[in-house]
């Protein structure tokens, strides 16, 4: 079963502002990573934060985790249309060396110009 | 040319043929995956490989077979289609280690009528 749960599960915004979407997951992780999807495209990675980080940050994506919640949150600043795309959360259990992520279903992200 | 290719890149078939989903990779990775993606399921795992001579199940592995030809290399091969195998299927890519960030392909959407 799929360890990573997001909400919400589509999310409509104007450009300008500013999109947070969730995931929740079950286990113990190494770490967590936000990957990107547009349309029936490959997923692109977006970011990984560690088990030890409570946040990160890259351009103008911030990701913050919470082990203790067994929660991370993604925030796009400033949205733009071009970031209409799909995100999925993925996580990487412990043991690290099992090479397995686990892929939440998903948040569809439509940002309008 | 893309890190990851999949051919083809769209297939129709009838239920009961077999079929042969190829990827290959040209980023040195030990670690290749295949997953299949279907609307609000996330992605889910059906085989990945570690080296040439390390194959193992995922998640869904049932109907479906795979083959690391070389170190580039990780066909998924569907032995006897069905209609609910009717999904887009992504191959990636890893480097060993704790990281485990994933280089996906283009994807192949897969129809079984």
């Known amino acids: 079963s799929q360890q990573g749960e997001e909400d919400p599960q589509a999310l409509s915004i104007q450009e300008g502002e500013n999109a947070t979407m969730n995931c929740s997951y079950k286990?113990?992780?190494?770490?967590l990573q936000w990957y990107r999807q547009n349309s029936g495209r490959g997923l692109v990675h977006l970011i990984l934060?560690?088990?030890?980080?409570r946040e990160k940050h890259s351009g103008r994506l911030r990701v913050t985790l919470d082990t203790s919640k067994k929660s991370s949150s993604l925030l796009i600043t400033a949205s733009r249309a071009a970031d209409t795309a799909s995100y999925f959360c993925a996580t990487g259990p412990t043991p690290s060396n099992t090479g397995k992520l686990i892929f939440g279903q998903g948040t569809t992200l439509q940002v309008k110009p | 040319d893309a890190d990851v290719t999949q051919t083809p890149r769209n297939r129709i078939t009838k239920t009961g043929k077999r079929i042969m989903l190829e990827c290959s990779q040209t980023k040195g990775h030990d670690r290749m995956y295949w997953y299949r993606q279907d609307p609000g399921l996330g992605l889910r795992l059906i085989y990945y490989s570690f080296d040439v001579k390390d194959i193992n199940k995922g998640e869904i592995s049932d109907g479906y077979s795979v083959s690391r030809q070389a170190q580039a290399k990780f066909s998924l091969s569907l032995e006897s289609a069905i209609p609910n195998q009717t999904a887009l299927y992504f191959c990636a890519t890893s480097e060993a280690g704790s990281k485990n960030i994933q280089y996906f392909g283009a994807g192949t959407r897969l129809s079984v009528l």
């Open positions: 286990t113990s992780i190494n770490n």
């Open positions: 934060i560690r088990s030890n980080e």
